[in-house]
C-alpha cells in the first residue's frame, strides 16, 4: 500500500507560479513511477506529468509541457513546479503511484486526496 499527501495548492494570478509536493509512504518509493493528474470542475480527469522510478525520465501532457516540470527527491517526494499559470490551469491536481510507467491516461494505482488549484485571470 502506498499512501500519497499533497501540499502546495492555492489561488495565483494568470502568469505566476506554484509548486505542488506529494509525500508518499511507500516503504520503497524507488519501486514506483510518480505523476499528477488534474480534474477541472465538470471536466473528465486529464494527464498531467509522470516521471520514472529514479526520475531518469519524464513526459508530459501537452497542455502543459514548457511550463510545468516534474521531479522526485530521495525522501519520499515529488514535485510539480508550474509556472505561467493560466486560468485553465484551474484543477484538482492529484498525486499518483504506479509500478508501471504510463505515457498518459488516468489509469493509476494509487492516488492521493488531491489539491486545489485556482488561477485567476
Known amino acids: 500500500q502506498v499512501q500519497l499527501v499533497e501540499s502546495g495548492g492555492g489561488l495565483v494570478q494568470a502568469g505566476g507560479s506554484l509548486r505542488l509536493s506529494c509525500a508518499a509512504s511507500a516503504r520503497t518509493f524507488n519501486a514506483y513511477t510518480m505523476g499528477w493528474v488534474r480534474q477541472a470542475p465538470g471536466k473528465e480527469r486529464e494527464f498531467v506529468a509522470t516521471?520514472?522510478?529514479?526520475?531518469?525520465?519524464t513526459y508530459y501532457a501537452d497542455s502543459v509541457k514548457g511550463r510545468f516540470t516534474i521531479s522526485r527527491d530521495n525522501a519520499n517526494t515529488v514535485y510539480l513546479q508550474m509556472n505561467s499559470l493560466k486560468p485553465e490551469d484551474t484543477a484538482v491536481y492529484y498525486c499518483?503511484?504506479?509500478?508501471?510507467?504510463?505515457?498518459?491516461?488516468?489509469?493509476?494505482?494509487?492516488w492521493g486526496q488531491g489539491t486545489q488549484v485556482t488561477v485567476s485571470s
Open positions: 499518483t503511484a504506479d509500478k508501471v510507467y504510463k505515457l498518459g491516461g488516468d489509469r493509476f494505482d494509487y
Open positions: 516521471i520514472s522510478w529514479t526520475g531518469g525520465r
